[in-house]
């Protein structure tokens, strides 16, 4: 599974999700993407990142936003 390569740790990034055996934060990956880095612009500014690791930052983000509870406001 792809989320396998994602942790979490207390003592690293404040527990934030990280890329297994890095310190490399999931949310660096997604906001780097977000804004308009390519994977290979990503993988050359952190080498120890591979094409699989932010494939695995994409799936645990589309993970935990697939679990969210939505509250419609009405007004």
Same mark, same amino acid.
């Given at each position: 599974?792809?989320? !396998?390569? #994602?942790?979490?740790? /207390? &003592?690293? &990034?404040?527990?934030?999700?990280?890329?297994?055996?890095?310190?490399? /934060?999931?949310?660096?990956?997604? *906001?780097?993407? $977000?804004?308009? =880095?390519?994977?290979?612009?990503?993988? !050359? $500014?952190? /080498? *120890?990142?591979?094409?699989? !690791?932010?494939? &695995? =930052?994409?799936?645990? =983000?589309? !993970? *935990?936003?697939?679990?969210?509870?939505?509250? /419609?406001? #009405?007004?």
């Amino acid at each position: 599974m792809a989320t !396998d390569r #994602v942790e979490t740790n /207390p &003592a690293v &990034a404040l527990g934030k999700p990280i890329i297994r055996g890095t310190r490399i /934060p999931v949310e660096l990956i997604l *906001r780097k993407l $977000a804004e308009g =880095a390519t994977h290979a612009e990503v993988m !050359d $500014a952190y /080498p *120890r990142l591979t094409q699989d !690791d932010i494939h &695995a =930052a994409l799936a645990y =983000a589309a !993970d *935990r936003i697939a679990h969210e509870t939505v509250i /419609p406001h #009405v007004g």
